[in-house]
Every structure is written in structure tokens, then in C-alpha cells.
């Protein structure tokens, strides 16, 4: 019996080594990768876009294709896009194309307004001061909201004597434009400068009110929020001096205040 036993046991162990040596089982085979061919890293985006949309890094994905296919679609090294702010396509891309940093247009490059502007639209440019600027982390692409300071007193505008505030007495702000597209920002890079030139995105309708706007006041700037909050934005005199006497009226031998 011992010996039927072992008979059958080294009969067993011959049989898979056997198949073992045949390959015939290949538990936990470790795939081999061939090296020898070169990839490259390419990039496509996750959305398609049009001339002038906005790229951010979410919208870009990387990943690696054979040499081969790369050199056929003009990519000869690996791909690595550097995006800064307002920077925008600068024609229609689709999200299977490759593309490359060329597709792409920066502030301050040739042509980045006529690509970044709405069929359309105009732009028009006028300079604030540096301390004027109240739009704090405004940037080439947001979105602004156009006040004008004004005086019923005098013309405090471009086109006053000395352009200085003489009297508060009738002093007011209100708002202009809504939601209007940055598309450059000149003196970006010199903070020493007094004058900040800007060009926004208007409609036709739109020029004729900051024209007159530059010439009888005062021009202000915010990040636009929404359309309800540039509304609220007016204030006179009253609302930073409530106890100022604007109008003073003599009857008789009294004064009184209104």
C-alpha cells in the first residue's frame, strides 16, 4: 500500500514539473514591457474651445503616445503647457486634437485682443491712476463693474479746469456698466507708474457713456459680483456724512438747514 502511495505521489510530482516547464501554467506572470520604444507626452483638452475662451489647468489632460504617432501629429517632445491668467485659445480647439503652447495666446502678446473680443464688441481703452484702482485681484479675462464719481457743483471730469474736487456738497457715485470684460491691462508690470491704461469690452452703445462719463466725472472700477450688487452701489454725500448741511436757505433773518 506505502508503496502504491508513493508511486502515485512521485507520478504527481513529475506531472507538474512537466507542465510547469511547458508553460502551461503561468500563475502570477509579470507582463514584460518593451521599452525600446520611445513615447512621448502629449496634451489634449478635457472640453473643446472656442477663439478666445479661457483655458485653466483643469481643462487639460496629459498622458503618452508612441513617437510614431506623435512626430504624425507635429509633436517631436514631450508636451507641458505653461498657463498663465486670461490666457485664451487662439482659434477653435477640439478635445481630440493635441495641442501645443502655440494654440494659445497671453496678455500682452500680438493679437490677443482681436482674439479675446466678442463678435461684435469694441474696445475701448482709458487710463485710471494707480490709487484710483479700486479693483483689488483684477486680472486680464474678469469681469468689472464701471462707476463714475460726479458733481452737480462742478465738472470734476477730463474735461474740468484742474480735474480736482473743490467741493463734497452734491458729490455722487452710480453705477455705469455691468459686467464688462477686461481684455488688457497695460501697466500690469510697472507698480511705480501713476497711470494704469486698461481696455475693456464694450458694445457700440456703451462707447457713447464712457465718453461722456471720462468728461463730467470720475471713473471707478470693482470686480464685478452680480447685477444686483452693482445696482446698490450708490451713494452721495448723506450716506458718508449723515449730518451734513448740503442746502442752506436764508429767510428772513434764520438760516436753515435742509
Known amino acids: 500500500m506505502s508503496q502504491r502511495l508513493f508511486f502515485v505521489i512521485a507520478v504527481l510530482t513529475i506531472t507538474i514539473g512537466l507542465l510547469g516547464l511547458t508553460g502551461m501554467f503561468r500563475f502570477n506572470q509579470t507582463p514584460i514591457v518593451d ?6 507626452q502629449v496634451a489634449q483638452l478635457q472640453t473643446p474651445l472656442k ?15 508612441k513617437e ?9 517632445q514631450d508636451t507641458r503647457l505653461e498657463i498663465v491668467g486670461g490666457m485664451i485659445a487662439a ?15 497671453s496678455p500682452g502678446d500680438p493679437g490677443y485682443i482681436e482674439a479675446a473680443i466678442k463678435p461684435g464688441m469694441t474696445p475701448y481703452s482709458f487710463s485710471l491712476t494707480n490709487r484710483d484702482f479700486l479693483g483689488s485681484g483684477i486680472a486680464v479675462g474678469d469681469y468689472i ?11 470734476i471730469g477730463e474735461s474740468g479746469r484742474n480735474r480736482s474736487i ?45 465718453v461722456i462719463a471720462r468728461r463730467i466725472g470720475i471713473i471707478e472700477v470693482v470686480k464685478s459680483l452680480s447685477q444686483s450688487a452693482a445696482i446698490s452701489m450708490n451713494a452721495d454725500t448723506h450716506d458718508v456724512l449723515p449730518n451734513f448741511k448740503s442746502v442752506i436757505e436764508i ?3 434764520n438760516k436753515a438747514f435742509n
Open 145 to 155: 463693474d464701471v462707476l463714475v464719481l460726479t458733481s452737480d457743483d462742478q465738472n
Open 51 to 65: 477663439k478666445g475662451d479661457i483655458l485653466t489647468r483643469e481643462n487639460v489632460r496629459y498622458f503618452r503616445v
Open 166 to 210: 473743490n467741493s463734497f456738497r452734491t458729490l455722487s457715485v452710480s453705477p455705469l456698466l455691468n459686467n464688462v470684460k477686461i481684455l488688457a491691462i497695460e501697466g500690469d508690470n510697472k507698480p511705480n507708474s501713476d497711470s494704469l491704461p486698461i481696455t475693456i469690452e464694450l458694445a457700440r452703445e456703451q462707447v457713447g457713456k464712457m
Open 35 to 40: 521599452t525600446s520604444v520611445p513615447t512621448f
Open 68 to 76: 510614431q504617432k506623435a512626430m504624425q501629429n507635429g509633436i517631436a
Open 251 to 253: 429767510r428772513g433773518q
Open 91 to 105: 482659434k477653435d480647439i477640439s478635445n481630440i486634437s493635441y495641442i501645443t503652447q502655440n494654440d494659445f495666446i
